[in-house]
Every structure is written in C-alpha cells, then in structure tokens.
C-alpha cells in the first residue's frame, strides 16, 4: 500500500489539474486520452496501425533491442578496461582521463559525427548508447579493483596461489558488486540516451515515438512514451538487481 499511494496521489493530482483546467490540454492531457492512445497503440484503426505504423510492444522491442546491444558490448570492453586500468598504472595514467572525458560529454554532442562515420540505421544508434553506457562500467570495475586490500592478496599468496587463483577467488568477487553498480549505471544512462538514439530513423522505437509527437502535438502520445520509458527502465533495472542478489548474495555482509 505505501508503493500505491504516491501513484494514487499523483493521478488524483494529474486529474485535479485536468478538470480544474489549470493548463490546456494540449500541455496536460487527459488521463483518460493517455489510455485512449494506449488501447489504439495495439490494434488497428481507419487503416493505421498502432503508432507511426507500429504497435506500441513493436515500437519498445526495438529500443530494447538496441539497448541491451550497446549495454552488453560496453559492459565487456568495459570490465575488460576496467580491469586493465586498474593493473596497469602506466595505461591508466594515460586513459582514464578520455573516459572521463567521454563520460561527460552529452550524446547530442557526438551523435552528428557518429551519424556521418556509420550511417542513420542503427549501426550509429547503438553507438551512441554504447558510448553512454561504456564510462560507468569502465570505472566501476576500476574502483572495484583499487578497493581490494593488499592484505587479502597477500594473504592469498601466502597460500600459494597463482596469478589465476588471485583473480578468481579475490578479484572477481571483489569487484562483482561495483561491476553490478556500473551496468545499473550504464543502463539509466542508455535509457536517458535512447531519444537522442533514435530522433533520426528511429520509427519504430519507443524514442522515435515519443520524438515524432512535436510534429503534431500528441501530448498523451507523448505522456505515454514516457510512461513506457520509464515502467521498462524499471523492470529492467529490477532485473539487474535480482541477478546481483543471485550472483553477489555476499554484498553487504563482508
């Protein structure tokens, strides 16, 4: 009940605001044609389908697919630079300062040149969120890593494990609970980054959608994509924290 409340709360608001016409609809739609537009985004009506000629589930499958690319490929050469960061001073010395520079860079400030090098399909669109999604991950691992203390390693040595053995039973599970950090990180910013991914050729995609409703002012379509957005980001962000739980039950009882 107290997970329902805020949500009560805010509909009764949202509808307050509507009757009492505080703003015109078309900056604060009716609730009512918000679920209207969710009801016609998956069936056929006068011969459109759905949205922008997609269902609603066509226009997120399409996002999520690019997202969980862009995600997976930077939650690899993230994990593996963020271990090399952290073993190598030399390289780290030399490149943590560019992935903080890419970390702080806004997508839109990129997405052009990255338009220009692999075309509008989405080669370029998952580009852009793996670029967004790469920094968090990157530097997780690295904070993962440098946090370990000496003595746990030397004392694993002094067991007389290897190099190997070091890595398996120190460094991994030392580093698992940042790595789930990071890739929670890097999935918030490639949701944050999917309508900058998709305000070129983005149809279908959720962030396409929810782009192409300036054109003619669909504010409940509007509203429901950003609804969608953020119910998926969600879902998706429980199911990383699910598979820490799974993977990681040792966080927070060292």
Same mark, same amino acid.
């Given at each position: 009940?107290?997970?329902?409340?805020?949500?009560?709360?805010?509909?009764?608001?949202?509808?307050?605001?509507?009757?009492?016409?505080?703003?015109?609809?078309?900056?604060?739609?009716?609730?009512?044609?918000?679920?209207?537009?969710?009801?016609?985004?998956?069936?056929?009506?006068?011969?459109?389908?759905?949205?922008?000629?997609?269902?609603?589930?066509?226009?997120?499958?399409?996002?999520?697919?690019?997202?969980?690319?862009?995600?997976?490929?930077?939650?690899?050469?993230?994990?593996?630079?963020? @271990?090399? %960061? *952290?073993?190598?001073? !030399?390289?780290? #010395?030399? =490149?943590?300062?560019? &992935?903080?520079? /890419? +970390?702080?860079?806004?997508?839109?400030?990129?997405?052009?040149?990255?338009?220009?090098?692999?075309?509008?399909?989405?080669?370029?669109?998952?580009?852009? @969120?793996? %670029? *967004?999604?790469?920094? !968090?991950?990157? #530097?997780? =691992?690295?904070?993962? &890593?440098?946090? /370990? +203390?000496?003595?746990?390693?030397?004392?694993?040595?002094?067991?007389?494990?290897?190099?190997?053995?070091?890595?398996?039973?120190?460094?991994?599970?030392?580093?698992?609970?940042?790595?789930?950090?990071?890739?929670? #990180?890097?999935?918030?910013?490639?949701?944050?980054? /999917?309508?900058?991914?998709?305000?070129?050729?983005?149809?279908?995609?959720?962030?396409?959608?929810?782009?192409?409703?300036?054109?003619?002012?669909?504010?409940?379509?509007?509203?429901?994509?950003?609804?969608?957005?953020? #119910?998926?980001?969600?879902?998706?962000?429980?199911?990383?924290?699910?598979?820490?739980?799974?993977?990681?039950?040792?966080?927070?009882?060292?």
């Amino acid at each position: 009940m107290v997970r329902v409340l805020p949500l009560i709360v805010l509909l009764s608001a949202w509808w307050l605001v509507v009757r009492l016409k505080v703003w015109p609809e078309v900056f604060v739609p009716d609730p009512r044609d918000v679920w209207t537009s969710l009801l016609d985004s998956e069936r056929t009506h006068d011969g459109q389908i759905g949205l922008s000629g997609y269902y609603l589930h066509e226009h997120l499958w399409a996002s999520l697919r690019r997202i969980l690319v862009g995600v997976s490929l930077a939650i690899v050469f993230g994990t593996a630079l963020g @271990l090399a %960061l *952290a073993t190598i001073r !030399p390289l780290r #010395l030399v =490149v943590e300062p560019y &992935v903080n520079f /890419i +970390r702080s860079l806004p997508p839109l400030a990129y997405f052009s040149l990255l338009i220009i090098w692999f075309g509008i399909e989405d080669q370029s669109k998952i580009w852009l @969120l793996f %670029l *967004a999604a790469f920094p !968090p991950v990157a #530097l997780s =691992v690295l904070s993962g &890593v440098r946090g /370990i +203390r000496q003595e746990r390693i030397d004392a694993i040595r002094s067991l007389g494990a290897n190099r190997l053995q070091v890595v398996r039973h120190v460094v991994l599970p030392a580093t698992l609970p940042e790595l789930f950090t990071g890739v929670r #990180l890097a999935i918030g910013f490639a949701w944050t980054t /999917i309508v900058a991914a998709e305000t070129i050729d983005g149809i279908p995609g959720i962030g396409g959608l929810a782009w192409s409703t300036k054109k003619f002012q669909q504010t409940d379509v509007a509203v429901l994509c950003i609804i969608v957005i953020g #119910l998926s980001a969600i879902a998706l962000d429980q199911l990383v924290k699910w598979l820490e739980r799974t993977v990681v039950p040792w966080r927070g009882k060292a």
